[in-house]
């Protein structure tokens, strides 16, 4: 399988739970987040739904990797609630530097305007099947 490569104009470090976010980003740009999995996830997937949100009405989009983790009320209320397109990735990835596939599965999920949603849909389309949920901004 191909590797999907994400363009962008900088990356940031520091404590991101507390970031402005918009504020990182120039209009049309976007956020990507591959935030710790785990027990940390929580705060992080709470942080994608509030900033999902506005960063897409604003004019930019929110990219992040979780895990598919489809029992779970974080993954239901944070990310399949509030996410404008969820892709479920099939099979499991294999990290870079990883010599073994993860051992759980794994969504990107999206937050952004319908011009960002379809890139979002033709970069991922070969790569899983889609769960559509909210419109921002429309």
């Known amino acids: ?3 999907v490569l994400a363009r962008g104009s900088g990356i940031f470090f520091g404590d991101g739970l507390a970031e402005n976010w918009s504020a990182l980003v120039r209009l049309g740009e976007g956020v990507y ?3 710790p999995f785990g027990r940390e996830l ?10 999902g949100p ?4 604003q004019g930019s989009y929110l990219l992040v990797l979780v895990p598919a983790a489809t029992d779970t009320r974080w993954f239901r209320q944070n990310i399949v609630d509030t996410a404008v397109s969820v892709c479920f990735l099939s099979g499991r990835l294999i990290f870079i530097g990883a010599t073994d596939p993860a051992t759980f599965a794994c969504v990107v999920a999206f937050w952004g305007q319908p011009q960002f949603s379809d890139r979002f849909h033709d970069a991922f389309k070969m790569s ?8 921002y901004g429309d």
Do not use: C, D, K, T
Request: aromatic share 14%; glycine share 8%.
């Open 128 to 135: 899983g099947w889609f769960h559509e949920g909210r419109r």
């Open 54 to 57: 506005i960063l897409s009405r």
């Open 33 to 35: 987040a591959n935030s």
């Open 42 to 51: 929580v705060p992080w997937s709470a942080r994608y739904a509030e900033q």
């Open 1 to 3: 399988r191909a590797a």
